[in-house]
């Protein structure tokens, strides 16, 4: 790829080359105190784009969301005003298309400030959700959808995680931020609201535009990219709505500035020569809005590695402590309200998603484990086809009795079993093949990390029965398979049966002192 990179030189030229750019530059701040999720996306697709990023506050401690956009004011004050200030946010983002092509399509909105664009969910409890958050007031309600939006986009919500604007608006727009207001996406959602939202009455709009400190003359043009033109937000989990074309199909179709010549024929050699340089490993197509946007920003709660991957981007390990913010902020927010009804169903909503974690960490401690009896059959598995229909998916450990009650020639596991941890490289649905006159001791999913079992006699690293004294014979009792995500000290088994000369009897176990019995990773 380091033949298609644009150097921060070449592409600051390429913007001076822009209406109304000369001697001005394009700034990229995002404020990032530590490196997960994509942001090592970020820096490489800055990089490779010849972007000019600026990371603010990195190695400092997180306060709130006030905090950055201090940052982001203070460092405004260093630049030249009438140069132009990209914020993006630091662990969802990457970028697609050159400096120059997001210039010059924000230069041809004519607004102030342009950020990117959200559309309503299609729940109402969401909705009410979102509004407790991010609505300011609620007796200004969100615009209706332009009538040029594209068919399938409603872009009316504002997300601040990406806008842009002059450094000289920038500081004035975070400077009039009420100084208890932490939350910056309810903020930059009022100005937005103020320029672009439908009031109650006009005494309304009045009164909310002196409390932010402005007047109706001198009031701040925000708007989103509702075309998704500059900025794309994930509107999906999965990424189904983007589509990555390779260069020489999707540039002449969708980059404004692969242009023709002036007799309306294909782009010359020295335009193919510069589009191929400036890119990452294919062009990024919206679908909904068959746009080709320069900013990709993906839902903290989604996992985008394909995409970014194909990109040719590194990927990182989604983190669910971003979940877990969102879920806080929401629930915090939705206490800010003025409408009763909006305040009652957001909050319950924000309830039902702290129960949701609760019970999420509860089922998988140490004090909640699935038992599975393993008495479940009487006869014998006779073929494959028979055990799919005799034993769901679900099932983690299992015993099968043979016919006349007793044990031939146990099938061994493989060698790989180490202490319990039953890890079988077989797919979930498919069994070992069975000898003659064997039987199936247990089936455990590949994604299974950890079993912990109660059992008569665990061998080396094979699992076979305890032979009785008396009779040489094999025999083989019911035991109880549990399974926790992390090893617990001691663990509660339960209908635990083992062999008479077995020191496991059930109830609470230490590993430590019954290695025989309960076993760990």
């Not at 309600?141 to 000289?168: Q, V």
């Not at 937000?233 to 179709?253: M, N, Q, T, V, Y």
């Not at 247990?442 to 699992?463: C, K, M, T, W």
């Not at 398979?481 to 009897?505: H, Y």
Request: hydrophobic share 35%; glycine share 4%.
């Amino acid at each position: 790829m380091n033949d298609r990179s644009l150097s921060v030189e070449g592409a600051d030229e390429l913007v001076s080359k822009l209406p109304g750019m000369k001697g001005r530059r394009l700034h990229v701040l995002t404020p990032a105190t530590h490196c997960e999720m994509y942001f090592p996306a970020l820096l490489v697709s800055a990089q490779k784009l010849g972007y000019r990023l600026h990371i603010l506050g990195l190695g400092e401690k997180w306060q709130n969301f006030r905090w950055k956009l201090v940052k982001v004011r203070e460092f405004c004050k260093t630049l030249p005003p009438n140069d132009l200030v990209l914020h993006v946010d630091a662990f969802d983002v990457c970028f697609l298309q050159p400096p120059h092509i997001l210039v010059e399509r924000y230069l041809m909105t004519g607004v102030d400030i342009l950020s990117c664009g959200e559309q309503p969910s299609s729940q109402f409890l969401l909705d009410a959700f979102h509004d407790s958050m991010f609505r300011a007031d609620l007796d200004v309600s969100w615009p209706d959808r332009r009538e040029d939006s594209p068919e399938k986009l409603d872009l009316r919500y504002l997300n601040s995680g990406n806008w842009i604007t002059t450094a000289k608006l920038a500081i004035r727009m975070l400077s009039i931020m009420p100084e208890n207001e932490v939350n910056d996406q309810k903020w930059l959602s009022k100005l937005y609201l103020i320029s672009k939202g439908k009031f109650r009455d006009e005494e309304t709009k009045k009164a909310i535009i002196e409390s932010c400190g402005l007047t109706e003359m001198d009031s701040i043009n925000i708007d989103i990219d509702y075309r998704c033109q500059l900025f794309y937000l994930s509107r999906d989990l999965d990424g189904s709505c983007l589509d990555i074309i390779p260069h020489d199909i999707a540039g002449k179709k969708y980059c404004s500035w692969f242009k023709k010549n002036s007799n309306g024929e294909a782009a010359t050699p020295e335009a193919e020569q510069e589009y191929s340089k400036t890119y990452l490993n294919g062009i990024l197509i919206d679908k909904d809005a068959e746009s080709a946007p320069c900013v990709l920003h993906m839902y903290c709660r989604a996992n985008h590695d394909e995409i970014v991957k194909k990109l040719g981007l590194p990927i990182a390990i989604p983190e669910i402590s971003s979940i877990i913010y969102y879920a806080y902020y929401s629930f915090i927010g939705s206490w800010r309200v003025r409408r009763y009804i909006s305040m009652i169903l957001a909050t319950a909503v924000g309830a039902l998603s702290l129960l949701a974690i609760f019970l999420y960490l509860f089922t998988t401690s140490k004090n909640y484990l699935m038992s599975f009896s393993t008495n479940m059959l009487s006869k014998p598995i006779e073929n494959i086809s028979s055990f799919n229909e005799q034993i769901p998916n679900s099932f983690l450990l299992c015993e099968y009795k043979h016919k006349d009650s007793k044990l031939e020639d146990l099938k061994s596991l493989e060698s790989a079993i180490v202490l319990g941890h039953l890890r079988c490289t077989m797919n979930s649905h498919d069994i070992p093949e069975l000898t003659e006159n064997s039987h199936l001791i247990g089936l455990i999913p590949p994604d299974l990390e950890i079993v912990a079992f109660s059992r008569p006699h665990f061998q080396g690293n094979r699992y076979s029965p305890r032979t009785s004294d008396s009779t040489k014979e094999q025999s083989l009792n019911s035991y109880t398979a549990v399974t926790f995500p992390f090893i617990p000290k001691s663990i509660q088994l339960k209908d635990s049966r083992c062999n008479k000369d077995s020191a496991a009897t059930g109830g609470s176990i230490d590993l430590d002192q019954l290695p025989d019995h309960i076993t760990e990773l």
